[in-house]
């Protein structure tokens, strides 16, 4: 698939309006231009307006959606570490839909924890994280994001995502990978 693709919805599909986040239903036959394809998820432009469509909908752009990374081995538990490892790479799989460069190398992921359930039989991951501008509507959108591709990782029962305000993101805390993407070097 290549970007400023032109495909036909073949199904009726779910999608998030950009940049306000509201769920809207694109209709089976729609003309959609995809401007991006990154991390599963998809950011399409219909009649002038921008939308972004989940990995778990790419049958609807008629794209295979991306096969979930092969975890380790299923007899090992992990270790906290490990697992934050993981967490990490899962996050660097996240992107603004306007932006093509992941959330982890933006420099919106604040903190990241993993911490031992009660029962000790899994664990818990902790984020903190902001967005470029407090008033984006795809705030809540990112962050289920982040939630859910966190929790398909095997150790990991239960993630909070909290979005949060201080300290105020900048492009500053942009990395030097997602600056090189961004010709900002």
Known sequence: MTT????????????????????????K???VFITQ??????????????????SKDADALGVEAAAKPASRDPGHPATPEELEKEIWAAMRTCYDPEIPVN???LGLIYDC??????????????IKMT?????CGMGP?????????????EGIDEANVELVWDPPWNPQMISPEGKERLGLD
């Open 4 to 27: 400023n693709e032109k495909v036909t919805l073949a199904r009726d599909v779910e999608a998030s309006v950009v940049p306000i986040g509201t769920k809207v239903t694109l209709q």
């Open 29 to 31: 036959g729609e003309e």
């Open 37 to 54: 394809s990154l991390g599963g998820s998809y950011t399409v432009i219909v009649r002038g307006n921008m939308f972004r469509i989940e």
């Open 103 to 105: 959330i982890v190398d």
């Open 113 to 126: 924890k993993v911490s031992p359930l009660a029962d000790r039989s899994s664990n818990q991951a902790d």
């Open 131 to 135: 967005l470029t501008a407090p008033g």
């Open 141 to 153: 959108v990112l962050a289920q994001d982040v939630q859910n591709k966190i929790l398909s990782i």
